[in-house]
């Protein structure tokens, strides 16, 4: 809403935020059943606390949208800020910060959407995780039934709490992915869906070996609008993932 509302502005500078505030009280915070037999035997049972948690989050969003002299061309940046506090049975506080920056191209049938992000997580006002990465995303359109569109994720991660018995060089992970997803309209209520996707994931361990996994997914999916009030939508996903070890 907010940023479409930028794009469609005839100004050349253009501003918009949002701050939201949340509230969650939770009764039992252990999620214990107590005697209530669910399954069969015992091991399926546990034990109450009856213990509250509560939750406070709060966060602010600001966005900052620049047309340049050439039309085809924008700019956008973007900040996030949160903070979340538990404050009974939990004690932990928790800030999130996420910044983004880029450009945007577009002509005729394509559009090129560059930028760079970060993520930064702090837990009790100690740095946990600091994730800085690029995104690309090209769509192009060949007609008015048939699109495509390619996406380029790459991040690092940081961890700098690192796991036990991992050294310095563990701590630093990185996830890579890459989708193409090609829309084919059959007709105005029918529109069909294949993505094809992979992502590399390499994340430190809990040991001195450094876990990576490959995964490969391909999803097919279907909607039909059958009137204002019936729409029918199916979709089959099929993934495979490859774990691998190494010092």
Not at 172 to 197: F, R
């Given at each position: 809403?907010?940023?479409?509302?930028?794009?469609?502005?005839?100004?050349?500078?253009?501003?918009?935020?949002?701050?939201?505030?949340?509230?969650?009280?939770?009764?039992?915070?252990?999620?214990?059943?107590?005697?209530?037999?669910?399954?069969?035997?015992?091991?399926?049972?546990?034990?109450?606390?009856?213990?509250?948690?509560?939750?406070?989050t709060g966060a602010?969003?600001?966005?900052?949208?620049?047309?340049?002299?050439?039309?085809?061309?924008?700019?956008?940046?973007?900040?996030?800020?949160?903070?979340?506090?538990?404050?009974?049975?939990?004690?932990?506080?928790?800030?999130?910060?996420?910044?983004?920056?880029?450009?945007?191209?577009s002509k005729d049938?394509?559009?090129?959407?560059?930028?760079?992000?970060?993520?930064?997580?702090?837990?009790?006002?100690?740095?946990?995780?600091?994730?800085?990465?690029?995104?690309?995303?090209?769509?192009?359109?060949?007609?008015?039934?048939?699109?495509?569109?390619?996406?380029?994720?790459?991040?690092?991660?940081?961890?700098?709490?690192?796991?036990?018995?991992?050294?310095?060089?563990?701590?630093?992970?990185?996830?890579?992915?890459?989708?193409?997803a090609l829309t084919?309209?059959?007709?105005?209520?029918?529109?069909?869906?294949?993505?094809?996707?992979?992502?590399?994931?390499?994340?430190?361990?809990?040991?001195?070996?450094?876990?990576?996994?490959?995964?490969?997914?391909?999803?097919?999916?279907?909607?039909?609008?059958?009137?204002?009030?019936?729409?029918?939508?199916?979709?089959?996903?099929?993934?495979?993932?490859?774990?691998?070890?190494?010092?």
């Amino acid at each position: 809403g907010l940023y479409l509302s930028q794009i469609n502005s005839e100004e050349k500078h253009s501003f918009s935020g949002a701050f939201l505030l949340g509230h969650m009280f939770d009764s039992n915070a252990t999620q214990g059943t107590g005697p209530i037999a669910l399954f069969p035997g015992s091991d399926f049972l546990s034990a109450p606390t009856q213990s509250s948690d509560r939750i406070v989050t709060g966060a602010l969003v600001m966005s900052y949208l620049y047309k340049l002299d050439n039309p085809e061309w924008m700019s956008t940046t973007s900040l996030a800020l949160m903070n979340s506090n538990y404050d009974r049975n939990n004690s932990l506080s928790s800030e999130l910060i996420q910044g983004k920056t880029g450009l945007s191209y577009s002509k005729d049938a394509y559009q090129v959407d560059a930028s760079v992000n970060w993520t930064g997580i702090w837990l009790d006002g100690n740095v946990y995780q600091f994730n800085p990465g690029v995104n690309v995303n090209y769509s192009y359109l060949f007609s008015g039934q048939f699109s495509m569109n390619f996406v380029w994720d790459y991040f690092r991660r940081h961890f700098f709490q690192a796991p036990v018995g991992a050294g310095d060089n563990n701590s630093l992970g990185l996830i890579n992915t890459q989708q193409i997803a090609l829309t084919y309209i059959s007709t105005p209520q029918t529109v069909w869906n294949l993505s094809l996707g992979h992502t590399f994931d390499k994340s430190p361990a809990t040991n001195e070996t450094t876990q990576s996994n490959n995964k490969y997914e391909a999803t097919l999916s279907m909607s039909h609008q059958f009137n204002d009030k019936w729409p029918l939508n199916m979709s089959a996903l099929k993934r495979k993932s490859y774990y691998n070890q190494f010092d």
